[in-house]
């Protein structure tokens, strides 16, 4: 096989997003990818690409979420009791990583990644022929009573001191913005600057696309294969070895499995998530993704149909299926939303890739020369892919990075 400068583990939108950035860069990229390119948790999600995310998901603190949670009773949340000796020191991370402080510090050390999102997404999508999966049209919270609403006033003073736009919205407004909906909730908030995918599986194939038509070579193979061999890293592929002086870990949900055994281990714990599509009834359809917020799920309309995404489900990666928050949400989503009959007759299940400060790890893996890490993009890795890759990019070319990569970096947990 001719030069690789760098193999790139995992075809998913982060994954794939920095191989572009790479090819674009002049380097020879081989993309590694055991399935279909887009078709892990890139495949499912609800296509939101949120740059006004401005504090991560909090552990809660309320007592009565607390004990529906515990009671399995929640609709936002699930777990499986079998997980709970593993999960219970990164809940615990989790919790502490709640505080206050620490919470404006996630808001600061990510914002560089969501203020840049859309424009990034933009260029690879306008690069790579797939504008066509582009809404413009932000996104929308409704909020069952004016009391949940008045909850979250506090998270809103300190997103509008940070420049970032939103409109609250009385029921009115918010119909207007969506027609389709039920008049049974209070009100809302517009997120203007958002934007999202109507097909977000479909734009990560778009950008392995277009990184082949730039001369990057996409390879089926084996990432958990990746060794050292004669000072170079070296994977298995389907069309034999591959070695390089740089190799990026883009897994996703997957990257202990290849971390582990070169004896890097870092807190990444999972959120499992569920989508179902369902057909519009009637004429009543959606405009962009709306949040539930109460009750804590999304309906996002895609080329498959309207899409519902449920919220975090605590269990091993590979346990089996168990999407139990359907039965206890869909009442509530069919009063709101315009869902006629399901389109599947079994969910979709993803993982979201999360580190217990809601940060990804983006930038040099410790200990091990040559390695990069690109992943723990949580519940934004659609939003944060292309921002993510350019920044690896930048930082593997020896060129001035747009942002300081230092909260991102893999040291924080060792
Ligand atoms: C229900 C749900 C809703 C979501 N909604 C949103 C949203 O609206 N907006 C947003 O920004 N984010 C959202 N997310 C989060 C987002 O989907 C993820 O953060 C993102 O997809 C992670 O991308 P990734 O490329 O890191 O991982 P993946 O897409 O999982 O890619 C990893 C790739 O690695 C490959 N792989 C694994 N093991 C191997 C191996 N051994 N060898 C070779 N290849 C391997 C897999 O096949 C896969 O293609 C949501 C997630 C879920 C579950």
Redesign the pocket.
Known sequence: MARTDVIV?????????AALHLAKRGLAVAL???????????????????GNTFFPYPFPTDPATILRIALKRATEANYHLSVLPTLLPWLLAYFRAGRPDRMFEFAHGMRPLFDS?LAEHEALLRDSGAEKYLRRNGWLKVYRSQASFEATRSDLDAVAKAGIAFEPLPREGALALEPGLAPVFACGVYWPTAA?LSN?GAV?RAFTGHFSALGGILLK????TLHRADGRWRVDTDAGSVDAPQAVV??????A??LGPLGLKLPLQV?????LHFRPRGNRGLNR?VLDADVGY?V?PMEQGLRL???AEFAHRDAPPTPVQFDRLLPAARDLFPLGEAIEQTP??????CFPDSRPVIGRAPGLSGLWL????????????PSSGRLLAEMMTDATPFCDPRPYAAERFL
């Open positions: 583990l995992g075809a998913g939108i982060v994954g794939a997003s590694v990818e055991r399935g279909v390119p887009g078709e892990g948790t890139s495949f499912g999600n609800a296509g939101i690409i949120e999102a999202s977000p990560t193979g084996d990432a958990r883009a897994l996703g949900p997957w990257a499995d290849v959120k499992r998530g569920y989508h993704p999304v996002a995404t449920t919220g979709w299940m993803g993982s979201r890739p690109d992943y723990g993009h949580a519940h934004w890795g659609l939003t944060l892919g």
